[in-house]
Structure formats: C-alpha cells, structure tokens
C-alpha cells in the first residue's frame, strides 16, 4: 500500500516542476482546445437556435448565454487565482505563482464580458445601460481588483516579490466574491436574485439551461487552455537561465 | 507541516479573516446606503428623505394605471402588498412594464403624496421559461381557483 500512494503522491509532486508541467500541458492542450470547440458549438447551436423563447423576454434573452457564464467565469478564475496566490505564500510554489500571474488577464477579460453584455441586455429590458446597485458595482469592483493585480504585479521588477505583492492583493480582493454573490439576496438591487446558485430549484426550463450549461463547461474549457498556455509561457520566462529551457530552445529550427 | 510553513498559514488566514471582518462591519454600517431603493411601506412611513431624489420600487398595482389622452403623462401605483405610493411619470416606459410588473422609479416625493418620477426602471424576476409553460401555469391556477 505504501508503495502504491507514495508513487501517486511523487507524481503529484512532479507536477509542480516546471518543466513536467511544461510538457504535460504542452500535451493536453490539443484536446482541451478540441472540447472547448465542441462545447462552445453545441451550447451556442443549443442557445440560439434550439432552446425556445422566453415568456417575458422574447428572444432578447439570448445574451443569457454569454452574460451568465463569463459572470461565473470572472469569479470562478479570481477564486482559483486566489488559491493559487495563497499557496504560493504558503509554500513558496513557483508553480503557484505562474498560475495566479497568468489567471488575471483572462479574468479580467471575463469579468469585462460580462459587464458589457449585462449592459447590452439590461438597455432594453430594465430601461437602462447602468445603475449603481449592490450587484453590479462588485462586479465592477472585481474589473479594478483584477486590473490592480495586474499593474501591481507589472510594476515590481523582480519576479518573485511582484508574485508576492501580486498574491497579497489578491487575497485581500477574495473577500468581493460572496459580496457579489450575496448582493441580490442582501440588499435591494435592480438586477434579479439566483436562478441557478441557490439551495432551490433552478427557475429555468430544463430546455433553456442545458445550453446554458454547456456554455458554461466551454467557458470552462476555454480558460484551461488560456492557463496551460500562458503559464507554458511564464514557465520559459523565469526559466531562462536553466537547462532544460535552453536545450529545448537550441532544438527549435531558426 | 513545516513550523514556517504553518506560521505562513497562519498569517494568511488572518489576513482573509481580517479582511472579511472590516469589510463586514463597513457593509453593516452602510446598509440603507446599499440598497437600491425605498419600498413603499418605507416612503408611507416618512424613512425616504424630503429634499432630495430617491428610487421607490414595487410592483404595478392591478388596475392602477391611469393614462391622459395626448399625452405620454401615466399615473400608476407601486405596492409591496402592505403600502402602496402613485407614481406619476411622463415619457415612455420600459417594454417590460404591465400590471404585477416589478418596477424601481427614481424621483421625488411630492408634497400631495405623489411621487414624481424622473425615470422608470422595470425590475423581472430571475425566471425564464416559454411561453407554452406560463400558460399552461396560469390554466392550472385558474382551474385550482375554480
């Protein structure tokens, strides 16, 4: 017994080497392109053409399909990028930071979907492109948290302390995610409660969420290949100066 | 666990927890500030300020909307089942507005008890289905009614 857990855990372990990492991502991202592809053709086929129109708001409800799960996106990836963030205060993972340097772009550009197309929908269905209630200036909070992070982290020359300053204020910012959750429940707002994140039943048909979910699996998806991707990249970057970086670059043809 | 790496555990779980507890604390001293608008039980009680705009928000009284011919000039009124306000507005309403339809309108409280309203938000509810399972809703309630 003992053999078998300690070969899991060293491969475990393994993991947050930087250069097994660069290779098993390398290796997977073709087929987390592929099922981001499928996903985000099924789930749009499914949005826009399959599930039917709404009672109240005709088919301008559509835009449910990308405002929805980038919302649940721009949380979801702060969230990882705080974990990351204290794990690389915790245990120094160099890993760790990577991913928390690489999650904010690709949050912060979910959290901007989301407050734009929120927009675009709330025009013509509330009478307004903006209004400053309790849910949608902490989803405007979480747009600045996520950008600070990233001047922040921009702005300090050496890697690791701007990691460190970086996980720090991402920490401090973890605190916005049930603020935005909660907001509709806590206080009076213009945008409506849960449809779906609540300890009920979901207050949509069946046949409108399931295109909702299989976007947000997409969604899911798309941020997977964004992360292998980009943290690859940090990988060769504060990697530069070792070994393995410098063989891999002499094989490329020039 | 290493004593260091329990020691940094440590800091960063206070730091979250700090954190929590400052911004719990603003959020419960910022209340009334936080929320939208005042509910018509509220505004009857005299809780919305005199001098300055507020939002009102409710939901459009069956019945209650009352049109001038010519003119875009409306009178409805907003209840949250206990109080009910009229609202007077001129211009053109939301599409989403109809009778049992939450609605937040931003103005001020006249001195005759009207509040006049400079803009007319509608507010829906987080539910979405098609048409054919609303009506078939509506038939059993009636049917339930009978």
Known sequence: MSNNSANWLTRFHRLGSPPSFYHLAGALLPWVALLCIGLFAAGLYGGLVLAPADYQQGES???????????????????????????????????????????????????FLALVTGSLWGKPMW???WVWDARLTSELVLLFLYLG??????????????????????????VNLPIIHFSVEWWNTLHQGPTLTKFDQPSIALNMLIPLLLMAGAFKFHYLYA???????????????????????????? | ?????????????????????????ALLALQENINLFFSPSQVVAGEAPANTPFRLGGMVVDG??????????????????????TVA??????????????IVAQGSLGTDGIFNATQVLAKHDETYMPPEVTEA????????VQ
């Open chain 2, 89 to 102: 507005y001129t211009g053109i309403l939301p599409d989403l507005f109809r009778e049992g339809q939450g």
């Open chain 2, 1 to 25: 666990m290493k004593p260091r790496r329990r020691q940094r555990l440590l800091l960063v779980s206070l730091l979250v927890a700090g954190v929590a507890v400052a911004a719990g604390l």
């Open chain 1, 227 to 254: 992360l292998l991707a980009r943290v690859r990249i940090e990988i060769l970057d504060s990697e530069r100066r070792t070994a393995w970086v410098n063989a891999l670059v002499s094989q490329r043809p020039s």
């Open chain 1, 149 to 174: 992070y990233m001047a922040l982290v921009a702005a300090i020359d050496d890697r690791r302390t701007a990691s460190r300053a970086g996980a720090v204020l991402a920490l401090v910012g973890v």
């Open chain 2, 64 to 85: 209650s909307v009352r049109r001038s011919d010519g003119s875009l000039e409306i009178q409805f009124d907003l209840t949250d089942t206990a109080k009910s306000v």
């Open chain 1, 127 to 129: 009478g307004t492109w």
């Open chain 1, 61 to 111: 409800y559509r835009i449910i399909y990308i405002h929805v799960p980038s919302a649940w996106m721009s949380m979801f990836v702060y969230a990882v990028m705080a974990a990351s963030s204290a794990i690389s205060l915790i245990w120094r993972m160099k890993l760790a930071e990577a991913v928390a340097r690489a999650s904010a772009p690709v949050g912060a550009t979910y959290t």
């Open chain 2, 137 to 144: 809703l509506e038939k059993a309630k009636a049917m339930g």
